[in-house]
Structures are given as C-alpha cells and as structure tokens.
C-alpha cells in the first residue's frame, strides 16, 4: 500500500468515525427532548407571557361607581418547601395557630380538621398545589397574609401562593344592569362594557413567569418587558338617583298590574343624554321583578297611540290638513275599508265624540278621527304617506352605541306584498309598525328640542383618572324633522293631552302637580308569538316642563293582567313618579310658573 492510498484509508476511518459520533450525538438529543422529566424541565424554565391590564372602570354622570374589575384571588399551597428539620419542627409547633386562623377566616372545617387537613398535606409531600379557598377579596388577602406561618416567611418560604382573578363587579346592581352590560374576556360582552371595549381593555404588557405547578406561574423578575397600559374610564350620562326611581316605580306599577315586563327612559332633552333606563321583567310564580333583557333598546313593539304623534306631524307637513280642521267622527265607530276590521274610540259606548277638530283628536286620542284625518290627506296618495313618514325618520335605526338596538318595521311602499286597504288607517294608529321605546323615545324628544333628532347617548367621555381623555359629542341625527309650524302646533296638542282639567287621556295624572306636561298615551293590543294578538300593552311618552323641556320620559308596561291596561293607568304614574323626584331634585326646574304660563301661547 502506498503512502497516498493509507492516508486515504485513514481519512475514511476518520469520515465513519465521526459519522458514528454525530449520529450518536442526534440520537441523543430526541432521547432527550422526548423525556418527559426533560419536558418537563423546560416547562418550568422562564416563559414571556401577556400580562393584561386594569380593565377601565364605567361610572355613573355623577362619578359613583357602577362597574369595576375587584381583585379576587385563589390560595393554594405547596407544603414540598418544607424540606428541611428545623423548617418541619417551626411548621408543625405552628399549625394549630394555623388552623384555628384557616377555620375563623374561611370556616367549612373546624379547627381541628383544617389541622389535620394541613397535616396530611404536609406528609404526603406529593401535591404542590393544594387548594386552601378561592375568591378571597383585597382586604381579606392582607388578614391572611398576617397569619401565623404566613406572615413570617416569603412566599417560596412558607409555600402559600395566591392567583389573582380580576372579577367585575357592579356595585349598584341590579340598576341598569343590562345597560351596563357584561364584559366576557371570550368575546360576547354586551352593553356599555361592549360599546367601549376597546376604551375600557387598555394595552397588555409583557412579562418573564415561571410554573411552578400545573398552570400556576409566578413572575420570574420584578420588572415587565412591557408595562401594561391600565384601561380608561367611562363616565356615563346615567343618574343613579334618576335610575332608582325609575326602577322603583316600574317595579310597583308591574307588581300592582302583574304585568309581563316594562321598561322606563328618561332622555336630556338638550343632549340626547340617557339619564335613566329601566328594563324589568316579571316572574308570573314568584311576581319578582329583575333585568333580563334591555327591553327599551332591544324590543320593536307596535307602539299604539303614541304613534299617532308621526301620524300628524306627516299630515300637517302636508300642508292638506290645520290642526282647526273639524273631522266627524260620529258615534265613534269606523270601518275603514272594505274587509277592515271595524275601528272604535272608547267613546262609542257612550255616543261618540260627533264633530272634533285635528287637535282634539290628538287629545281625547280618537282612533276614528286619526283614521279619518289620514283618509282625508293621504287616501288618494297612499305612497305620499309613507314618504312623509320615511323623511321623519321613523324606520331608521338610531345607530347608538350599544349594540342591539331593534330594527324599527315600516311599509316602504304600497306595492309590497302584506300592504292592504286596511294599512293606511292601520298604520295611523301605531299598527303595522313597529319601534323600540328609545326609538320612541327619540323622536318624542325631538318635539321637546324644536325638530332635532338626537341620538341618545349612553356616555359623554373618556377619563383618564380625573383628566377627560375624550369627550363624546353630542350627534344630531337630523336637524329638523318638521317644520316649526308643525313642531309648534304638535307641542300644543301634547299639552292638551296633560292639562288638568281638559278633555285629555291624562288630564287626571298630573293634577296638582307644580309643573306642567306634554305628552301622549298609548294602549295598544300585544302580539303574540306565532301571530295575533294577546293582552295590552301601556305606554306614555311626553317632556316636562312643558314650557321649557328639559326632560323627556318614555314609558312601556307589556301585558298588564290586574287593575286596569290603559297607557293612562299603567304606565303615566310611572312618568309622574320620575317628573316629581327630577323636579324635587333639581332646583332650577323650580321656575316661576306664573309667568311661563302668562307668557306660553300654547294653552287655551
């Protein structure tokens, strides 16, 4: 063999040798990634974890707190640190102090079980993680922290560890529950915690954890790789007072007519502001009262007579009919069209109204008149009906900030395929339609601003501790929805439904009171599911003071059962409730009523 051959040889040698190793050295390291004990080993080395930020607070107009995240915390306990003589002899002379501490503070064993408890934990030596209570709030974390054992020793020390659960709380609940909503960290939140999500959630920060158990994991250093960003404040134009009383008089009302449910809300007039909202249902067993669902924001209903407000203000913007026009509404009984179902006011039993004018039919709320105002301007232009309502605006969203808000129904045109003969005049009387009460709401308030529709609003700002970070405007949806004429003459007419003793659906409701009302009653029959109808449904709309609005109040009650159904008896008693505690509360509404009343033209 030649010198060039054997280094050859050599070199192969070397080639395989090391191949060998290498291979070796591979098969090695899946071995060893595929141990479990190494797995997990690497488990328990430093990860960087998202660490979530302070959830922003949501507070009432006035600054009281209506939702918050409240630290709660789990404790669980690792007695493997004991590991030492000296440790063991320290742990056993305190565990009856121990005990008896664990057994006054979170109670379900006595002292003598929770000892015994921590005992057994303690000498089988194999658990980690044994669970000790769970939702121990801030201040209760600070008495256990001083508990024998505990308060001597770090947390590695003595083994005790405590897992932070931010829980929201609502200090005031149930009021406004379902307007304040629910924020569910998996999606799905709703209300105002939804709306301002984005606000409230902050930027979550970075941080080294190590597990030490299961899926316990504690910070690995005191410093964040990225602090996180604590979430901004809502302060919301509710008044919690307002609130109260709204849901204590709804509260009574549905208990006294053992109605279905019901709902209240109460507008600003200048900014759209919800003041208050008021959602309850009833339980037929137990007659409780709770918010379950946002009736006001979320249940397009057929709002009855109080659509009889639209209803005029689309005629009078006709220009085919005045207010002084005189209708013949007979003895209060009217079939509209051929196949119609016959119309009644609740003066046929007695003989009718005879001749009233337009204004007077707004006030005493005949149906017959309504219908035979709408035949007189519209009969020959059905369509022309339905575009004067469309330009108000009724069949369109709002749009608020909260979602769910009900999509308001409306012929569009009369070629659709469920418009009748019957629908002119159906329609006229709050039938065929259908509106949320804030919708209702809404456009009541529009009336009381002089022809604005404002969007209501839920929040007027963003807060950074006591700084406005972002204020939320005021948004009008349309600057006029009727002429001055029209709003002018529709302000009178809703006076007139109020005045004490006049001729009104709820001339009684506000006698003696020191402020003056406008607004409207409604009785309205309630669908049912699967089609027709079944029970009643009251309502009562309208602002105060009537001279100067500042507040607008829309009521519903569903279904009442007991004492009565109409808009008048079932739901304006709750307005008045919310009207005297807002005048009583706000001084500057205490005006000299002498002079507005010497001064208003809109009364007889």
Known sequence: MNRTQHIATRAWVLFATFSVFGLAIIVRILMVQLDPAHAAGNAMLPQLQTIEPERGRILSAQGHLLAASVPRFDLHWDPTVINTQEERTDFLGLVPQLAGACAQEFGRRSAAEWRDFLLDAHQEGTSRYVPIARNIAWDRRQAVEAFPWISDRSRNRSGFMFTEKPRRDKPFSPLANRTIGLHRPEGNSVGIE??????????????????????????????????????LDVRTTLE?????????????????HEAQWGCAVVLEVATGNVVAIANLERNAETGQCSESYNHALGSPVEPGSTFKLASIMAMLESGRIR????????????KPAKGCSPMEDTSHPQGGYGPLRLEEVFERSSNVGTALAVQQTFGADPQGWLTALAKIGIGNKLGVSLAGEGQPKMHASISERDWSACSLTSMSIGYEVTMTPLQTAAFYNSIAADGRLIRPRFADALLDGEKVAEALPVHIIRDRVASRTTISAL??????????????????????????????????????????????????????????????????????????????????PVFRAIADHLYGTNP?????????????????
């Open 491 to 572: 302000q009178s007419m809703m006076e007139l439904v109020c005045a004490p003793g006049g001729h009104g659906t709820a001339e009684d409701i506000f006698r003696d009171r020191p402020y003056r009302v406008a607004g409207k009653t409604g009785t309205a029959r309630a669908v049912k599911d699967g089609g027709g109808y079944e029970g009643h449904r009251g309502s009562f709309v309208g602002y105060f003071p009537a001279e100067k609005p500042v507040y607008t109040i829309a009521v519903v009650v569903q279904r009442p059962t007991k004492n009565g159904y109409y808009g008048g008896v079932v739901a304006a």
């Open 588 to 604: 500057e509404l205490a005006i000299d009523r002498g002079n507005q009343l010497a001064e208003s033209p809109r009364l007889p």
């Open 323 to 334: 207010p002084t026009d005189t209708l013949d509404t007979g003895n209060g009984k009217l």
């Open 240 to 256: 919690l007072r307002t609130q109260d009383v709204a849901s204590d008089a709804l509260r009574a009302q549905m208990a006294h």
């Open 194 to 231: 939804a709306a301002f999500d984005s606000a409230l959630s902050g930027q979550s920060g970075e941080r080294w954890m190590r597990r030490i158990h299961g899926n316990y994991w504690i910070p690995a250093t005191d410093d964040f790789v990225r602090t996180p960003e604590a979430g």
